[in-house]
């Protein structure tokens, strides 16, 4: 089992930044491929990047890609997202997600609770 916590959300201006971190429970979370969702109000849950398990392999939603970037700290249990030049569109729940398989789709065995951005114009 593991357990994940997002952290680092919260309000910011258009054009601003701001970096998310899911933290792991487990040791050995290079066993899994880690994810970033997000959930806009009304609206389904969404793929905004991947990153496989050393960090070699990563992927972009279209609309993210450029201005956000994933990385990963296997010593430290640890994932980010880095969010530039965020929008107002960006405003959503993002959760953090790991499991056996880099997808776009929601296939991952363990999901955290999610943490609040909101971007104002």
């Known amino acids: 089992q593991v357990q994940l916590v997002e952290s680092g959300g919260g309000l910011v201006q258009a054009g601003g930044s701001l970096r998310l971190s899911c933290a792991a429970s487990r040791r050995a979370v290079s066993n899994y491929v880690m994810a970033w969702f997000r959930q806009a109000p009304g609206k389904e849950r969404d793929f905004v990047a991947a990153?496989?398990?050393?960090?070699?392999?990563?992927d972009y939603a279209d609309s993210v890609k450029g201005r956000f970037t994933i990385s990963r700290d296997n010593a430290r249990n640890t994932m980010s997202l880095q969010m530039n030049n965020l929008k107002p569109e960006d405003t959503a729940v993002y959760y953090c997600?790991?499991?056996?398989?880099?997808?776009?789709?929601?296939?991952?065995?363990?999901w955290g609770q999610g943490t609040q951005v909101t971007v104002s114009s």
């Open positions: 990153i496989g398990r050393f960090g070699v392999n990563t």
């Open positions: 997600a790991a499991g056996g398989t880099l997808s776009r789709r929601e296939i991952y065995d363990y």
